[in-house]
């Protein structure tokens, strides 16, 4: 089955730039989606298809994917971005399936 | 405005049954694909299962295959997650998510319910 490995965590000073890997085989031929869940909230996607962005999450928000690795990107973090973060895709033989979180630290 | 409303929180009993539903409204309900996510406390989101509430096509995560059913009534435009014999284990938070696209079962979930606690002890 397929396997997507996150870190379990991540910190970074405001106004810093933060980069939240999602590794798998061959990652980069599937659409990788990420959401972002704090604490005692349902998950909020953030980014979809390796790289778009819903309606009302801002730019700040980017996502890339390539190889075996996809990474969301949060430019000029701020305090309120602390939370976990999950990747997720869809594989044939795994059907979905989630990544085992980050949570973000803003120091 | 799409919306997912969940059914309210659970107190249940090892070995009792359960069926927690999950509404929708904004949309067409038959015309997209709706998920079903495990996290127990602490932990991350696991993946139970999907269903097409169209036609009640449905597909279960292999570790959740046979411990749990998920159902749709379109005409109430209303999902459904339910146990028949309820563990200790099962002690949870459940969400619903609706696919942000309506051309098939596998994508991003776009639109998530507010999550129904259950807990289940004796």
């Known amino acids: 089955s397929y396997v997507l490995t996150q870190p379990p965590s991540v910190s970074v000073a405001p106004g810093q730039t933060a980069r939240i890997t999602c590794g798998g085989n061959?990652?980069?031929?599937?659409?990788v989606h990420w959401y972002q869940q704090k604490p005692g909230q349902a998950p909020v996607l953030v980014v979809y298809?390796?790289?778009d962005r819903p309606s009302g999450i801002p730019e700040r928000f980017s996502g890339s994917n390539s190889g075996n690795t996809a990474t969301l990107t949060i430019s000029r973090v701020e305090v309120g971005d602390e939370a976990d973060y999950y990747c997720?895709?869809?594989?044939?033989?795994?059907?979905?399936?989630f990544g085992g979180g980050t949570k973000l630290t803003v120091l | 405005e799409v919306q997912l409303v969940q059914s309210g929180a659970e107190v249940k009993k090892p070995g009792e049954s359960l069926k927690i539903s999950c509404k929708g409204s904004?949309?067409?309900?038959?015309?997209?694909?709706i998920g079903w996510v495990r996290q127990m406390p602490g932990k991350g989101l696991e993946w139970m299962g999907i269903?097409?509430?169209?036609?009640?096509?449905?597909r279960y995560s292999p570790s959740f295959q046979g411990q749990v059913t998920i159902s749709a009534d379109k005409s109430i435009s209303t999902a459904y997650l339910q146990w028949s014999s309820l563990k200790a284990s099962d002690t949870a938070m459940y969400y619903c998510?609706?696919?942000?696209?309506?051309?098939?079962?596998?994508?991003?979930?776009?639109?998530w319910g507010q999550g129904t606690l259950v807990t289940v002890s004796s």
């Open positions: 998510a609706r696919l942000r696209s309506s051309s098939g079962y596998y994508g991003s979930l776009a639109y």
């Open positions: 904004g949309y067409s309900f038959s015309s997209y694909w």
């Open positions: 269903i097409n509430p169209g036609d009640s096509d449905t």
């Open positions: 061959n990652i980069g031929s599937k659409s």
């Open positions: 298809d390796d790289s």
């Open positions: 997720q895709v869809w594989d044939s033989s795994s059907d979905h399936l």
